[in-house]
């Protein structure tokens, strides 16, 4: 009886010891997001040339109803406390139907070469970019970049250069990026879902697909907001095919007592808790800067996890409507202290020009229900329930980290999840949207990032 229980034990101690040490990957979703039923026939994989384009007709209709937009009156010395002040959308409104050249924007989209393919039984739009020069002895890197809600393709427009040409823009050209920024399907140009359950790990799936089709069997990853899930999913569906992920914003779902004693006493302690002195600035108090924050800013998100349509609905109809719903989001998320100001401190880091773009590629493709509908696939079965949730992720991560981005997350946090962190940085400015807001600082954070893994060839000890 003893034998056998020792045996047992024995048993069980190497199958700890073996089972840990193997890296789980997340399964590859092999999906079908087109109409009906999925043909027997093969798919189309063929590539196809894309470009923005818009009818006389559709820009009659949208001056039309932003010619009979009706505004309600905001409460006095409001600002942007009760989101986007009507007084300055006014101001917006009007700048869109008499100074915006939205067939001029329509060419700065078309700069770049545009392509569609057929992935999963729906249309993928993707932006691909090579370098307009290589160093003697060099190949470009594919960088996957991936965007969010409520932004697209074009928030990476003015990084694009910095990193396909970093030489012509005063950056080290050690490393020269061929960057791919794919639409999320149901955003922008890329066909949405007809079917239920298209979330982050189906979109990371399709996104491996892509870049598999376009030549990539290795390459780097960047995101942030849903562009951050995305492409964690992608690196753990496909960790020896990934070699490094950027991320610009990163949330764990995954919390135990450590993490509840760090709020409490990690003001106080910091070092208990690997917390930084920074890390204390952006997170403490905790009610302020933590609780209430994420309470006052995340009503958008209830609404879009639970019934996306509803809303969807009048933002697919009004134009202002879209754009007062929008533009809010680039106020508080790119600065919370934003809302304290009449105009929302909007054209402090963008202009109208851009963040209007970013609206008509939202108003053109009749996308903001289905774009809002990823929050429901996502959300609804509750956080931390899908795996996920559960599984580490072991790719060569850096991480930048944003002062004004809406919560902080504390690399002591985030190592328990990305467990292969070797570049974290407090970034000296930018929110949210850093591709948009801050280019050349997220260039460079990648930069060097890229060249910590190339140097060690980091890639190749994920195994070991």
Not at 200 to 227: H, I, K, P
Not at 366 to 375: A, D, E, K
Not at 447 to 456: C, I, R, S, T
């Amino acid at each position: 009886m003893l034998l056998e229980v020792l045996l047992l034990l024995g048993t069980l101690l190497i199958y700890f010891l073996f089972s840990k040490r193997k890296e789980e990957t997340l399964p590859f979703k092999d999906g079908w997001w087109g109409k009906g039923q999925k043909p027997e026939t093969k798919e189309d994989s063929s590539i196809r040339p894309f470009k923005v384009e818009t009818t006389e007709e559709e820009l009659s209709d949208l001056f039309r109803r932003l010619d009979q937009a009706r505004f309600t009156e905001p409460l006095e010395n409001s600002c942007f406390h009760y989101g986007t002040n009507s007084v300055h959308l006014r101001k917006v409104v009007s700048y869109w139907k008499n100074q915006f050249n939205w067939k001029k924007q329509v060419e700065v989209l078309n700069r770049y070469p545009q392509f569609k393919t057929k992935i999963q039984g729906i249309d993928i739009h993707f932006v691909h970019v090579k370098p307009p020069r290589l160093p003697e002895g060099q190949s470009a890197k594919p960088l996957l970049m991936v965007h969010g809600w409520p932004g697209s393709f074009y928030e990476f427009y003015k990084i694009i250069p910095l990193l396909t040409d970093p030489a012509s823009h005063g950056l080290s050209d050690e490393h020269v990026f061929e960057v791919i920024c794919p639409s999320i399907p149901g955003y922008g140009f890329s066909e949405a879902p007809h079917k239920k359950d298209f979330n982050s790990v189906s979109a990371a799936s399709v996104f491996y697909e892509l870049m598999l089709r376009l030549g990539f069997n290795e390459f780097y990853t960047q995101g942030g907001d849903w562009g951050w899930l995305i492409c964690t999913n992608l690196a753990q569906i496909a960790p020896n095919h990934v070699k490094g992920l950027h991320l610009n914003m990163v949330s764990v779902s995954k919390l135990g007592l450590t993490h509840l004693l760090s709020v409490l006493l990690g003001r106080y302690f910091p070092g208990l808790f690997g917390f930084q002195d920074e890390d204390v600035r952006r997170m403490f108090p905790f009610l302020k800067k933590g609780l209430y924050r994420i309470l006052s800013e995340s009503g958008y998100a209830h609404i879009q996890a639970t019934k996306p349509d509803t809303v969807g609905c009048g933002l697919n109809d009004s134009p202002v409507g879209l754009a007062a719903y929008i533009l809010e989001k680039f106020s508080s998320w790119t600065d919370i202290e934003f809302q304290n100001l009449e105009d929302g401190g909007l054209e402090r880091k963008f202009s109208l020009d851009d963040l209007l773009t970013n609206i008509m590629i939202y108003w053109v493709s009749g996308c903001i229900v289905s774009s809002m509908r990823f929050y429901k696939e996502n959300l609804q079965k509750g956080i931390g329930t899908q795996k996920h949730e559960k599984l580490t992720v072991q790719v060569p991560t850096g991480i930048a980290s944003f002062p004004n981005e809406i919560l902080h997350t504390p690399q002591a946090w985030a190592k328990k999840k990305y467990t292969n962190i070797i570049s974290f940085h407090f970034m000296p400015r930018g929110g949210h949207f850093a591709a948009f807001e801050e280019p050349e600082l997220l260039a460079k954070d990648i930069l060097q990032f890229v060249g910590k893994v190339e140097k060690e060839q980091l890639w190749k000890k994920k195994g070991e």
